[in-house]
């Protein structure tokens, strides 16, 4: 089995559309922890009818941002493997089922995942700060890492305290696991839907607005 953690606040309108990309998995055997942080918007109720499913469960906190919000669902995930799912994002279907059998076939620590860029409006791609030369801007598509490509055992993650509350939480997460030296590995075929700029309060869209 497979928990997801997905950190939520104010995304009422986009959630609906993470939750459906979870259920639609291949691999059915799964846990789906939402974590909401302190939303003011519709997301309990956009939540309500899905946890009929008992696969979903949804926790609410007060707001703290999202890296203590995913530590959250660490701390709760029941599944001995861990990945993440922002909520303006999706899964494709295979997600689950080829980096659960990549983590298993090579005997990893954890996997680096790719993903699939989608732009409104189909734009441009912007430009983003890059988290090993903030004097530098790069494109989206060479962001090293980000929340939902990450995907691992569980206790890796907690073993280094999971998320700092910090810019590019999810690459600094990367980082450090990396000069843990834990085993890893990069599956180079996208599973992850990543919608840039779909939610204004994105971290990466500030980071993009940067002078």
């Not at 979870?22 to 918007?41: H, R």
Request: hydrophobic fraction near 35%.
């Amino acid at each position: 089995m497979v928990t997801i953690v997905t950190a939520t606040y104010n995304r009422a309108e986009f959630l609906p559309g993470a939750i459906r990309s979870v259920l639609a998995q291949d691999q059915p055997a799964f846990e789906y922890l939402i974590v909401d942080d302190g939303s003011t918007d519709q997301t309990p109720e956009v939540v309500r009818p899905y946890l009929a499913d008992s696969r979903i469960r949804y926790l609410r906190t007060a707001n703290q941002g999202q890296p203590r919000a995913l530590n959250l669902g660490l701390r709760h995930a029941a599944a001995e493997v861990v990945g993440f799912l922002d909520s303006d994002d999706e899964l494709k279907p295979d997600h689950l089922s080829r980096l659960s059998r990549e983590l298993r076939a090579g005997g990893y620590d954890f996997l680096l995942g790719s993903f699939e860029l989608i732009v409104p409006d189909g734009g441009p791609e912007p430009l983003v700060t890059d988290f090993y030369n903030r004097e530098r801007k790069i494109p989206v598509r060479e962001i090293e890492c980000i929340t939902g490509v990450l995907f691992g055992r569980r206790e890796v993650f907690r073993a280094l305290g999971g998320f700092r509350d910090t810019v590019f939480s999810d690459t600094d997460l990367f980082q450090r696991l990396r000069e843990a030296g834990y085993r890893w590995k990069r599956v180079e075929v996208p599973t992850y839907r990543y919608h840039f700029g779909r939610s204004k309060d994105s971290m990466a869209i500030r980071e993009s607005e940067d002078p």
